[in-house]
């Protein structure tokens, strides 16, 4: 692992939702790590518990939501030369996180921009909003700021843009202003709900490169939540795998793309598009997650799973060490389970993978 600061820490998350259905348990104990720097994806089917877990992270729980328990930890920055302090974001109240955390020390750039923008607001007021809630600056200096944040995620004639509304903008510009406003607080920590599901594949990677080259400048920590492995090989330190409200494989993303070790992560990959394969069909992963009204004895994954073993039924496995970095949840590393590779096609794949020098 880095030897950077841990400035973000989730410690055995547990939540449930009360639902007229009954209790769903969407969060079974998750362990997460942010560096200073560092990006960190997080990976899985829709309703895996991603979006729900930094959440948390951001306060924004709903209201039937029941946290069991856990921590999340959040470390300020050294101020004066003074360490900073460590606070439970759990234990913070509303009032005190909106003031002191949300936007100003840890923001979020959500899926579907027009839903993050009020269409009443012109984009220059929602920039400068933020501003002055925690910046506390005048109106002519959250407007200059406001211009340069604007040209900061490029966006042409900002001085005109300020005074848009939402509907008049593109998708990838209106994702841009989303960016812009997520950033408008100065914060350490950016965390990234599918920021480029709704945008064609142009400008997806435009906005990759955005947050990646916005990321270098100011030295910010990116957390990104996705189900597209495309995505996590282009940014990605760090891979966490999440299936029904766990982690279940984490590691360097070369770990996780060259070395995976648990059959979700092999079925997830499996997944992805390739060039380089003969068959016509897209491979999928059989049967789909399990509903967590009834939480599953043993191995969430092993009505899926074509290796499952007997114990996989019967009892929950634990975390088996590949190396410092790496870890997956699954009886096959146990000692004396039987040896089973990954599927032939994804070997293949792999190697095809490093023979061009880069990730799947």
């Known amino acids: ?201 142009t400008i997806q990677a435009k906005i990759l490169e955005l947050i990646q080259d916005i990321q270098k400048r100011m030295k910010l920590s990116v957390i990104y939540i996705t189900h597209d492995l495309g995505v996590v090989a282009k940014v990605a330190d760090y891979v966490n795998v999440m299936y029904a409200g766990k982690i279940i494989e984490y590691g360097t993303a070369e770990e996780i793309f060259f070395e995976p070790k648990h059959p979700y992560t092999w079925g997830l990959l499996s997944a992805m598009p390739d060039l380089n394969t003969d068959d016509d069909r897209l491979y999928s992963i059989p049967g789909s997650p399990p509903n967590l009204l009834h939480e599953p004895l043993g191995d969430a994954f092993a009505p899926r799973n074509p290796y499952a073993l007997v114990i996989d039924n019967k009892v929950e496995p634990p975390f088996f060490k590949v190396s410092d970095t790496h870890a997956a949840a699954t009886w096959l590393l146990h000692p004396d389970a039987p040896q089973v590779e990954m599927p032939e096609e994804l070997k293949l794949k792999i190697e095809h993978a490093k023979a061009e020098g880069g990730r799947l």
């Open 1 to 201: 692992m880095s030897d950077q600061k841990i400035i973000l820490e989730i410690k055995d998350l547990d939540i449930s939702f009360k639902t007229n259905a009954g209790m769903i348990h969407a969060i079974r104990g998750i362990n997460l790590q942010l560096r200073k720097g560092e990006t960190v994806a997080i990976v899985g089917e829709s309703g895996s518990g991603k979006s729900v877990t930094m959440k948390a992270a951001m306060g924004l729980l709903d209201s039937n939501a029941i946290v069991n328990h856990g921590e999340i930890l959040y470390k300020f920055p050294p101020e004066n030369g003074v360490e900073g302090k460590t606070v439970d974001i759990l234990k913070l109240p509303k009032r005190e996180l909106r003031r002191t955390i949300n936007g100003q020390h840890i923001a979020m750039v959500f899926q579907d921009p027009m839903t993050s923008l009020d269409p009443t607001m012109t984009i220059g007021k929602q920039i400068m909003e933020g501003m002055f809630m925690h910046l506390k600056l005048s109106k002519a200096e959250a407007h200059a700021k406001a211009i340069e944040l604007l040209e900061l995620v490029g966006i042409t004639n900002p001085e005109k843009r300020m005074k848009n509304y939402p509907h008049q903008l593109s998708g990838g510009m209106r994702q841009r202003v989303v960016i812009a406003i997520a950033l408008s607080g100065q914060p350490d920590i950016l965390i990234c709900d599918e920021p480029t599901t709704a945008l064609d594949v």
